[in-house]
């Protein structure tokens, strides 16, 4: 089976990318391009002369390009500096280095022999391709003719007969798939992608087994739902709750996803700086991440039951929008004393864990880019990572290292706690009295909705968005954070 590598999203510019994998060798498959692994210590590299000659010492990460000559079938060698036993995300790494490049190269086509290729191997090396070949171009009104658009990849592996190898680049597909989706709903301009659309954009995805139901704004009012209603009082568009439904059979785990999907946070009444809200169309990441791993467990099957909110609103100033001081009544009846309208994915996320307290799920986890100081403690690559439930955030963080997605765990103090339930007027106060331990305060206030129910939160204020220039298989702009995470979460707990 050939799988194919697209973007699941109606608001794409698609580059489909056909993966493969292949027992031919580095010497006699067929492609515009071969992305070659070599070792510092690998002496014996049939290009070791051609290498040579342009100053390649194979130390990781280096590069090198250069016409094949006699070598092989292909036009074109991408060297790409390995370790000698190098790790699934090493190799994914790679594989997007040397897929830019081979792109760059005006390559269509891509062998990829970057190491003696297991079955794990390959996934990670399709993986990282598929993420490296992502794309962004729904704005552009002229074609970059810099870069080629790859349209295949074969992976080169002494295992290509085996169905796990095949098994294991589909996977990767899927995966890569979902990631790119993501991406594109945060690169989207706001404008575009107000709640309304993301809601009808999730709707349209037609993923076969999930089931979506939309909740306007009279279903919200009707259900309890004031966090939501409250952040979008300033907005003259409506706020959305989308739930998604996989219910696979003989599942013995039912996992619950809540995202915030903020379209865009100009902080309301609470106005953020104007450089502060250049790109606040990202703060709907953690709607993006759960919609699209969602999407990828229904697509491969996995026997774990799946229910995911995605809590969409519209955080504007106007004569309508909620003020400090204002106090709002969330799904299940707990009011919460505003005091910083800026403080805004709380609210609709409380509305959206208490609904997944409520279900009969085994583990709640949210994702959402929910505090700046998340970054000051971690910075802009690592997410930090807690919940009510150790069992359940050691899975997270297995899981994320799995992925190669950077995560750390962080803890929710028993006087912040406290913080939380301080307020004179109501239940819960939403902001943090204190000027520190904003990320703890945040989590906190969230762990007042989920009841019982073990959690676990993901804070992706730093991973969810790169304007740092592309490294590795992370394009500038939103990034897909977390996808990858939670689907390896959900194949740790269908095998559990």
Same mark, same amino acid.
């Given at each position: @089976?050939?799988?194919?590598?697209?973007?699941?999203? &109606?608001? %794409? $510019?698609? $580059? @489909?990318?056909?993966? %493969?994998?292949?027992?031919? !060798?580095p010497s006699t498959v067929r492609a515009d391009a071969l992305v070659l692994g070599v070792r510092s210590d690998d002496d014996g590299a049939e290009v070791s002369e051609a290498l040579a000659a342009v100053g390649f010492t194979g130390k990781e990460g280096e590069t090198?390009?250069? *016409?094949?000559?006699?070598?092989? !079938? $292909?036009r074109t060698v991408v060297a790409v500096g390995l370790p000698a036993e190098p790790t699934a995300? +090493?190799? /994914?790494?790679?594989a997007a280095v040397g897929l830019r490049k081979a792109s760059a190269a005006k390559a269509s086509s891509v062998a990829m022999a970057l190491h003696p290729a297991g079955v794990e191997e390959v996934g990670a090396i399709a993986e990282?391709? #598929?993420? #490296?070949?992502?794309?962004?171009? /729904?704005? !552009?009104?002229?074609?970059?003719? =810099? /870069?080629?658009?790859?349209?295949s990849v074969q992976v080169l592996t002494p295992f290509g007969r085996q169905t796990t190898a095949t098994a294991a680049a589909e996977r990767a597909v899927v995966v890569a798939r979902a990631v790119n989706a993501a991406r594109d709903w945060v690169n989207t301009a706001p404008g575009d992608l107000r709640p309304p659309a993301f809601a009808d954009a999730i709707a349209g995805l037609g993923t076969k087994g999930v089931d979506v139901s939309v909740w306007d704004e009279k279903r919200l009012a009707k259900e309890g739902c004031g966090g939501l209603l409250g952040v979008a009082a300033g907005s003259e568009v409506p706020p959305r709750l989308v739930r998604m439904t996989y219910s696979p059979a003989g599942a013995t785990q039912h996992l619950a996803l809540v995202g915030k999907g903020i379209t865009f946070d100009s902080g309301g009444l609470s106005i953020k700086t104007g450089p502060g809200m250049q790109t606040m169309k990202m703060d709907m990441a953690g709607a993006a991440a759960v919609v699209a791993a969602t999407t990828a467990i229904a697509e491969l099957g996995l026997p774990v039951a799946v229910t995911a909110?995605?809590?969409? &609103?519209?955080? @504007? *100033?106007?004569? =309508?929008? %909620?003020? *400090?001081?204002?106090v709002l009544t969330l799904r299940g009846g707990r009011t919460v004393e505003v005091h910083n309208t800026d403080a805004e994915g709380r609210l609709v996320l409380g509305d959206g864990l208490a609904l997944a307290a409520e279900s009969?799920?085994?583990?709640?986890?949210?994702?959402?880019?929910l505090t700046g100081a998340c970054l000051v403690a971690l910075g802009e690559r690592t997410t930090g990572v807690l919940g009510n439930d150790d069992d359940l955030r050691e899975r997270v963080l297995g899981a994320a290292e799995l992925a190669g997605e950077p995560m750390w765990p962080l803890p929710i103090p028993e006087e912040i706690g406290k913080a939380v339930t301080s =307020?004179?007027? &109501?239940?819960? /106060? +939403?902001?943090?009295? !204190?000027?520190?331990? #904003?990320?703890l305060y945040a989590a906190a206030f969230l762990r007042e909705f989920v009841g019982e129910k073990a959690w676990a939160h993901l804070d992706i204020a730093g991973p969810a968005w790169n304007d740092g220039g592309v490294r590795d298989y992370t394009p500038t702009g939103g990034t897909g954070a977390a996808v990858r995470t939670l689907v390896r979460l959900a194949e740790d707990l269908a095998g559990a």
């Amino acid at each position: @089976m050939t799988p194919n590598l697209g973007h699941g999203c &109606a608001t %794409t $510019v698609a $580059v @489909m990318l056909e993966v %493969t994998v292949s027992t031919s !060798k580095p010497s006699t498959v067929r492609a515009d391009a071969l992305v070659l692994g070599v070792r510092s210590d690998d002496d014996g590299a049939e290009v070791s002369e051609a290498l040579a000659a342009v100053g390649f010492t194979g130390k990781e990460g280096e590069t090198a390009v250069f *016409p094949a000559g006699d070598f092989g !079938k $292909v036009r074109t060698v991408v060297a790409v500096g390995l370790p000698a036993e190098p790790t699934a995300e +090493q190799l /994914r790494r790679a594989a997007a280095v040397g897929l830019r490049k081979a792109s760059a190269a005006k390559a269509s086509s891509v062998a990829m022999a970057l190491h003696p290729a297991g079955v794990e191997e390959v996934g990670a090396i399709a993986e990282g391709a #598929g993420l #490296g070949a992502y794309r962004f171009d /729904r704005y !552009k009104t002229s074609d970059d003719d =810099s /870069r080629t658009n790859i349209e295949s990849v074969q992976v080169l592996t002494p295992f290509g007969r085996q169905t796990t190898a095949t098994a294991a680049a589909e996977r990767a597909v899927v995966v890569a798939r979902a990631v790119n989706a993501a991406r594109d709903w945060v690169n989207t301009a706001p404008g575009d992608l107000r709640p309304p659309a993301f809601a009808d954009a999730i709707a349209g995805l037609g993923t076969k087994g999930v089931d979506v139901s939309v909740w306007d704004e009279k279903r919200l009012a009707k259900e309890g739902c004031g966090g939501l209603l409250g952040v979008a009082a300033g907005s003259e568009v409506p706020p959305r709750l989308v739930r998604m439904t996989y219910s696979p059979a003989g599942a013995t785990q039912h996992l619950a996803l809540v995202g915030k999907g903020i379209t865009f946070d100009s902080g309301g009444l609470s106005i953020k700086t104007g450089p502060g809200m250049q790109t606040m169309k990202m703060d709907m990441a953690g709607a993006a991440a759960v919609v699209a791993a969602t999407t990828a467990i229904a697509e491969l099957g996995l026997p774990v039951a799946v229910t995911a909110w995605a809590c969409l &609103a519209e955080n @504007m *100033p106007s004569g =309508s929008a %909620t003020r *400090p001081g204002d106090v709002l009544t969330l799904r299940g009846g707990r009011t919460v004393e505003v005091h910083n309208t800026d403080a805004e994915g709380r609210l609709v996320l409380g509305d959206g864990l208490a609904l997944a307290a409520e279900s009969d799920a085994d583990h709640v986890v949210d994702v959402a880019t929910l505090t700046g100081a998340c970054l000051v403690a971690l910075g802009e690559r690592t997410t930090g990572v807690l919940g009510n439930d150790d069992d359940l955030r050691e899975r997270v963080l297995g899981a994320a290292e799995l992925a190669g997605e950077p995560m750390w765990p962080l803890p929710i103090p028993e006087e912040i706690g406290k913080a939380v339930t301080s =307020s004179t007027i &109501a239940d819960v /106060r +939403q902001h943090n009295p !204190k000027p520190y331990g #904003g990320t703890l305060y945040a989590a906190a206030f969230l762990r007042e909705f989920v009841g019982e129910k073990a959690w676990a939160h993901l804070d992706i204020a730093g991973p969810a968005w790169n304007d740092g220039g592309v490294r590795d298989y992370t394009p500038t702009g939103g990034t897909g954070a977390a996808v990858r995470t939670l689907v390896r979460l959900a194949e740790d707990l269908a095998g559990a």
